[in-house]
Structures are given as C-alpha cells and as structure tokens.
C-alpha cells in the first residue's frame, strides 16, 4: 500500500486489530513476529516490551496440533475457571508471572538448564488452570523422555503449539519423536523479526 512502517508499527497495528477482532488479546505473537529476536512482554508496563539478550543459541521445536476452542471461547472456559478456582485462581497467576520474571534473567545469562525447568513449572501451573489438551500433554512426555529441557504449551492452551527446548546436539532426536504425535513440527532459532519486499506486476 506504499507505507513506509517501522517493524514496531507494524506489530502494534497487527495487535490492535486482532484487540478489536477478539475482545481480549495480548500483544505477544504481533511484536515477536514483527520485531523478532526474544523479546519480554510488558502490557501492563511502561513499555510494551522489554528486548533481551540471548548469550547462546536457543533452538526450540515447535509442535502444532488444532486448536480445540477459539481463542474468545478459551477467555471464556478460563473466566469460568477463575470463578470456580477462587484465590487459587490469582496464586497460580501469580506464580506464573514469578516464572516468567525468573525465566528472562535465564535467557539473559544463558542458562538453558534453568530455563527448562522454568518452563516445566510453567506447563504444570498451565495444567492445574485446566487449559492443555490430552495431545500436548502427550507431545511433552514424548520431548521430554526424547531429551527436551523442557516443554509447555504456548499461548491460551486447548491445543496449539507446543514449544520444546532442547540442545543443539538433541534437535533431531526430540523432533523424530514428536513428529508422529503433531500435525507440524518446526525447529525455531531466534529471528531478525519482519521482512519486506518489494515486488512489481505487470498486465
């Protein structure tokens, strides 16, 4: 459309309208895509992000498998939950940000150990809120026996991608034994975000 926008515009754009597609949305997915690299998502921040440093290599494996709910009906179950849980509702929420706080300082000192234990801790945080399917929790056992660091489902749960970390040395092995569980299996390394091209037709 010849606008000339910055990769953040972009990803603030991308957020807005899936905002205004949803209801309820996080900026998460729009400004990795767009920016790239590791990024620590602040909404409720100052900023909308916080850019960390990666020392090491990060190789993840990315799992997919359909999404069992819509993300408005995913708001919707977890709401609900909310409502049955009580308090223990807002101590997991609590915890899960505790991970995530401890989980940056890990990326930023390269420490993949810690990291997959922290995700660990995530996934089972993620399970006692209800939202991982049967086949993500089978998709995890399978990485995890198969030398993953650790594994937990990404974004709102009831399906979707599973992310595995792994060593380098161990991308094959885990993403042979997860494959036939998934309906894709990807291997992610941290990206320089959006790209742009400049393409010409002719009639």
Do not use: C
Request: aromatic content about 4%; glycine content about 10%.
């Amino acid at each position: 459309m010849g606008l000339d926008l910055a990769p953040k515009a972009v990803g603030e754009m991308a957020y807005r309208v899936e905002l205004g597609v949803q209801g309820r949305a996080s900026p998460m997915d729009a400004l990795a895509a767009s920016i790239g690299g590791a990024l620590k998502v602040t909404p409720r921040g100052d900023t909308p992000f916080v850019r960390l440093r990666l020392p090491v290599s990060l190789p993840l494996i990315l799992a997919y498998t359909p999404k069992q709910l819509t993300t408005k009906e995913a708001v919707e179950r977890v709401r609900k939950t909310a409502q049955e849980m009580g308090p223990r509702f807002d101590q997991i929420l609590k915890s899960i940000s505790s991970v995530v706080d401890r989980a940056s300082a890990s990326l930023s000192t390269g420490d993949l150990v810690a990291l997959g234990m922290l995700m660990d801790e995530n996934e089972s945080l993620l399970e006692e809120l209800g939202v991982v399917s049967e086949r993500s929790r089978e998709i995890i056992d399978v990485a995890k026996h198969a030398g993953a660091l650790g594994a937990k489902v990404s974004g709102g749960g009831f399906g979707g991608t599973v992310v595995a970390l792994v060593k380098e040395r161990d991308v094959e092995e885990v993403a042979k034994h997860v494959r036939p569980l998934a309906n894709a299996v990807f291997l992610s390394r941290s990206s320089g975000g959006l790209r742009r091209w400049v393409t010409s037709t002719t009639h």
